[in-house]
């Protein structure tokens, strides 16, 4: 499979906790971008990356989260002392930023359950 | 600001029956670029087409077609025969030329009746 993977794919905690989410790219993709997605709305974005600098993060990302891509590959997004209002499905894309290209392919997500 | 807009919710249709997703969007951008996704009830977001703010060819691929019109800054999908498997949430999004993030619009959830 040469898709975009995540992993876990379904994640449960105590409010409180931390989590850590992993995203693997498509091979070569320079960009990826994490989003939220909550019950009922659209993908929100979080923060992107190209290659291992993070070049955006939206007011969404709070300080209890941080994103790192440490080597330009695979990307983690950790959640600190989570809260129910962090119950969500986190997504990861990537994008190969050539030529004006600006497709984005998604994986399959990581629903997160806070209780 | 840049935001997109799908104002039906959910909609529901008996198989075979044509139907249209509305999607208006808002920019300051003079070029951009717009998307169509589909999300499955296996939740995976699914690429179907993206259009430059330059092309305003309306696109069919097989029952899928995309009407793009600056005019009233809408960019709608219809499906025409539509079938059960066309059952999903289907969102409409936008991104700028120099920012590659992409604005979702809520979805719009359409149920395909046998």
Partial sequence: DTGVSQDPRHKITKRGQNVTFRCDPISEHNRLYWYRQTLGQGPEFLTYFQNEAQLEKSRLLSDRFSAERPKGSFSTLEIQRTEQGDSAMYLCASSLKASGKYEQFFGPGTRLTVL | ?114
């Avoid at chain 2, 717009?34 to 087409?49: A, M, N, R």
């Avoid at chain 2, 949430?89 to 149920?111: E, M, N, P, Q």
């Fill in chain 2, 1 to 114: 600001a840049q935001k997109v807009t799908q104002a039906q919710t959910e909609i529901s249709v008996v198989e075979k029956e044509d139907v249209t997703l509305d999607c208006v969007y808002e920019t300051r951008d003079t070029t951009y670029y717009l998307f169509w996704y589909k999300q499955p009830p296996s939740g995976e977001l699914v690429f179907l087409i993206r259009r430059n703010s330059f092309d305003e060819q309306n696109e069919i691929s097989g029952r899928y077609s995309w009407n793009f019109q600056k005019s009233t800054s809408s960019f709608n999908f219809t499906i025409t025969a539509s079938q059960v498997v066309d059952s999903a949430v289907y969102f409409c999004a936008l991104s700028a030329s120099r920012d590659d993030k992409i604005i979702f619009g809520k979805g719009t959830r359409l149920h395909i009746l046998p």
